[in-house]
């Protein structure tokens, strides 16, 4: 019972968050953030930087940084989309990782719960 309420507790946390993110007051727009959440619809430098966040965040140089600043987005715009960026590829592991453990434990998968 108590893991119940735990897992319940994890997604109804998780959804909060995303909504926040996704909905919430910012300087950037709900569906940039969306772009940069789900990693699709974006162009150019913006593309570049939140796929780049997406796959391989250790390689973010400041030229990517500045790359985006010269297409008019301002520094708060900026950290709002990296967040989403970030925050969107580690929803999409999460719900992976959710998808594997579920399929595991249909299986009847020994130590899968």
Do not use: W
Request: one cysteine or more.
């Amino acid at each position: 019972m108590k893991k119940e309420k735990t897992s319940a507790g994890y997604q109804r946390l998780y959804h909060q968050l995303i909504n926040r993110i996704l909905q919430g007051d910012g300087e950037s727009s709900p569906e940039q953030r969306r772009a940069a959440f789900n990693n699709t619809d974006l162009s150019g430098p913006v593309h570049a930087l939140v796929n780049k966040v997406a796959y391989h965040a250790y390689k973010v140089t400041d030229s990517d940084i500045e790359a985006v600043k010269h297409t008019g987005i301002s520094e708060d715009q900026l950290f709002e989309i990296i967040i989403c960026a970030a925050v969107g590829q580690a929803s999409r592991q999460y719900q992976s990782g959710l998808a594997a453990l579920s399929e595991a434990i249909r299986e009847g998968g020994e130590h899968a719960s």
